[in-house]
């Protein structure tokens, strides 16, 4: 007589609910869930004029280099606002950067202690705006990108023979270098290009 197959048992299901239960019930007992906190501020009161002063700082502090499909140069500022050469932008950049003679329609200029070198600086608050257009041609971008680096560097090494007697290149790097770099900072503000056509 042939042996019959034997059932093998299956395993008892009945508690494994039970048990994922108790377990989402622990979990969520013993976890901890930060919860955000606001900050406790009060807005100041609007003030349409301060606000309006406050545009106009804003504004003296920016120079935008504009670089159309035709590959025409518009600079605009507190003093500027036309279409230029590539040969004037150098100049008229550091004029921006530096404004020597404290011109009112020019950037600001602050007074401030770096405390890492001990020494009060002079520095000018500016950005350059560099707009171009998607069609721009590389050849005038790379040319502005060069007359924008060559204002700082000439900047620089002025400053750095009048204050320390040497070009920025031959003053030390740990202790002059950084305090001529903190008084001309390069704040060139690149925006994606976009569609500008012709240059007014």
């Not at 670089?67 to 279409?83: A, L, P, Q, T, Y």
């Not at 700082?152 to 030390?172: I, N, P, Q, V």
Request: proline share 4%.
């Amino acid at each position: 007589m042939g042996k019959g197959k034997r059932k093998v048992p299956g395993l008892n299901q009945s508690s494994t609910a039970d048990i994922s239960f108790i377990l989402l019930i622990f979990f969520l007992v013993t976890t901890s869930m930060d919860i955000d906190s606001g900050l406790s501020r009060r807005l100041p009161e609007y003030d349409p004029d301060a606000i309006e002063e406050e545009m106009k700082i804003k504004e003296r502090n920016v120079m935008t280099v504009q670089v159309n499909k035709n590959n025409e140069i518009f600079v605009k500022n507190g003093v500027i606002n036309r279409v230029i050469d590539i040969s004037e932008l150098k100049d008229l950049a550091k004029e921006f950067i530096d404004n020597p003679d404290d011109d009112v329609r020019l950037p600001i200029k602050e007074e401030y202690d770096i405390q890492d070198y001990g020494v009060v600086i002079t520095t000018v608050r500016h950005v350059i705006s560099l707009q171009c257009d998607r069609t721009t041609n590389y050849e005038i971008y790379f040319k502005v990108q060069h007359e924008l680096s060559k204002a700082y560097s000439e900047l620089r090494d002025a400053w750095a023979l009048k204050t320390f007697g040497k070009k920025l290149s031959e003053c030390d790097e740990k202790t002059q270098q950084p305090v001529v770099r903190a008084v001309y900072a390069s704040k060139i503000s690149e925006a994606e290009p976009k569609q500008y056509g012709t240059a007014q």
